[in-house]
């Protein structure tokens, strides 16, 4: 199993820097609380999610090529992070 982000138990949150499953995860209706850029390399953000226990498995099903999203969506919705990304520079 791939587990390619972090958690952090105290704030009740997930991060990782995946651009791929951030989109799938919203096309999915789940809810980006933040997008945070890492300390010390200005190119890279983290994707801050609530976590629980659906999400970790939602996590572990994208990384086995599990899910499918609509392509629209999923456009759509890459163009609204990447826009978000955009306005923190």
């Known amino acids: 199993m ?9 704030a009740g949150c997930i991060r990782f820097t995946d651009f791929p499953l951030a989109v ?19 190119r890279r953000v983290h994707f801050i999610f609530e976590k629980s226990e659906a999400i970790e498995k ?3 099903a994208y ?3 599990n899910l499918l999203v609509d392509p ?3 456009w759509n919705v890459s163009r609204e992070i990447k826009s978000r ?3 923190y520079k």
């Open 85 to 87: 990304i955009q306005s």
């Open 58 to 60: 939602l996590v572990l």
């Open 24 to 42: 799938t995860m919203m096309c999915l209706e789940y809810k980006l609380i933040a997008i945070e850029p890492e300390k010390g390399n200005s």
């Open 2 to 10: 791939k587990k390619d982000y972090m958690t952090d138990d105290g």
């Open 63 to 65: 990384w086995n090529g």
């Open 72 to 74: 629209k969506k999923f």
